[in-house]
């Protein structure tokens, strides 16, 4: 799908689910404004309990519902939804934001500094062993975790490719 229609489709489903979330974004292939070959619509989303009665009384027929991600079918095209926390949401909105190329390149040079992810928060690594792990505090944004890392902001359109 392009850009415009996986835009246009993204804007109408959160427009439909905003009254049962607390926060609600676009990730993925759509905020790095890709602009074709997009093969899905991402959306991160802190849920109220109400999001799922809305999926009850839609009939929404999901094939895939844990607590951490929905994959639906809307209007013809694919949906991820990934469901967090405000503790996990700068770490899962990062990640979900891709590329996944970025991602894993990024992921792999903060465990070079120390760093990682845990149950979708970050971490310092500490330990003998590098067995222990320890939540870095405040993190609530993506730009939280560019801070603890010392590293600028990385506009996510720019989000390709290999993290150097």
Same mark, same amino acid.
């Given at each position: 799908m392009d850009?415009?229609?996986?835009l246009t489709l993204a804007n109408e489903l959160i427009a439909e689910i905003r009254p049962f979330c607390k926060r609600i974004e676009i990730g993925g292939s759509i905020r790095r404004k890709k602009s074709f070959e997009i093969k899905?619509?991402? %959306?991160? %989303?802190?849920p109220t309990w109400e999001l799922e009665k809305w999926a009850v009384d839609r009939e929404l027929r999901r094939y895939k519902a844990g607590d951490k991600m929905w994959q639906f079918?809307?209007?013809?095209?694919?949906v991820d939804m990934f469901l967090c926390t405000p503790e996990t949401w700068g770490i899962i909105y990062l990640i979900r934001?891709?590329?996944a190329e970025w991602v894993t390149s +990024?992921?792999?040079?903060?465990?070079?500094?120390?760093f990682c992810s845990?149950?979708?928060? %970050?971490?310092?690594?500490t330990g003998e062993d590098n067995d222990m792990f320890e939540h870095v505090p405040d993190i609530k944004e993506e730009i939280?975790? +560019?801070?603890a890392l010392n590293? =600028?902001?990385?506009? =996510?359109?720019?989000r390709i490719g290999k993290w150097t």
């Open positions: 850009y415009n229609r996986a899905d619509i991402e %959306l991160i %989303l802190i079918m809307w209007k013809g095209e694919k934001t891709g590329s +990024f992921m792999c040079w903060i465990q070079h500094k120390g845990r149950n979708a928060r %970050l971490c310092r690594i939280d975790i +560019f801070r590293l =600028p902001w990385v506009e =996510p359109e720019c």
